[in-house]
């Protein structure tokens, strides 16, 4: 398909790559699915791809958007949209709770730069209680990696904080030549939902991120040696963990619980 002039070209510095195959785009809104009374956010909209369907089926329709030069454009394009709201603004850094009215909660959508993807995704967990839920276009590599389970070579920290606080599932892959410019990578659309009860139970997540990125800090070494400072084996034995296992091995359950211990501890230690 060949390049609109309408818009600028993609700028390397926004991690730019715009969604131009209209099935893709397609199957992207039949996944979402947007329902009459549901108030949809699109992270990222570029030159409208995903918007303007979202737009024919949606009664209230938030957009952020970086880029300074789109914006006007997508403003021209869509301006018979009275339901649409384009916010200028960088995704990593907006409130998402500024769109919600009364007891309502925010769909979020969209085709998320590769170089920012963990940071907004944590940034987004943070307002989880705002969010029913979020489908993404991301890097293959990095929906394998959220999805990985234990056991895994891909199962990590992201795997971890995502799946203790959302349900997560890979939906279907997408060719790079639906991009332009193509990029390097294979994508891969995301559909997660925020769980109302974490796995294992609620406990302070900084808290859960401070052991597990002390656990995958030296990954060969076995979780009695890289948490020594933290636990004890007598701790990790029992939650049923072998002193011998290694951090890619323990599951997410067993991760809150080494979190819930060392959490005590520390407490007691302050009284």
């Given amino acids: ?31 979402v699915d947007p329902q009459d009374g549901q108030h949809m956010v699109e992270i990222g909209p570029g030159r409208g791809a995903l918007t303007l369907p979202l737009l ?32 200028q603004a960088d995704a990593l850094s907006f409130d998402y709770s500024t769109l919600v009215t009364e007891n309502e909660k925010l769909r979020i959508i969209g085709n998320l730069p590769y170089n920012i ?14 969010i029913d839920d979020m489908c993404f276009m991301l890097q293959e590599e990095v929906v394998d990696r959220i999805c990985a389970q234990p056991g895994s070579k891909t199962y990590g920290r992201l795997s971890i904080m995502v799946q203790y606080q959302c349900e997560a599932v890979k939906l279907f892959v997408v060719p790079a030549e639906a991009f332009e410019p193509i990029p390097k990578v294979e994508s891969a659309i995301i559909y997660l939902r925020p769980r109302a009860d974490f796995i ?35 701790d990790l034995q029992a939650d049923n963990i072998d002193l011998k296992q290694r951090p890619e091995t323990i599951s997410i359950e067993q991760y809150v619980a080494i979190t819930r211990r060392w959490l005590a501890k520390t407490e007691q230690s302050d009284n």
């Fill in 200 to 234: 294992g139970g609620a406990i302070p997540i900084k808290a859960l991120n401070t052991i597990v990125l002390k656990a995958f800090s030296q990954r060969r070494k076995t979780i009695a040696n890289t948490l020594k400072n933290m636990v004890s084996p007598g």
């Fill in 117 to 130: 993807t963990t940071p907004l995704l944590f940034h987004l967990l943070e307002q989880s209680s705002y």
């Fill in 1 to 31: 398909m060949a390049k609109s002039r309408l818009y600028p070209a993609a700028k390397k510095r926004f991690g730019q790559n715009f969604l131009h195959d209209d099935q893709i785009i397609a199957d992207i809104v039949a996944a």
């Fill in 56 to 87: 024919q089926r949606s009664q209230r329709l938030d957009v952020i958007e970086l880029d300074h030069d789109l914006v006007p454009l997508l403003q021209q394009k869509l301006i018979e949209y009275e339901q649409l709201s384009i916010h």
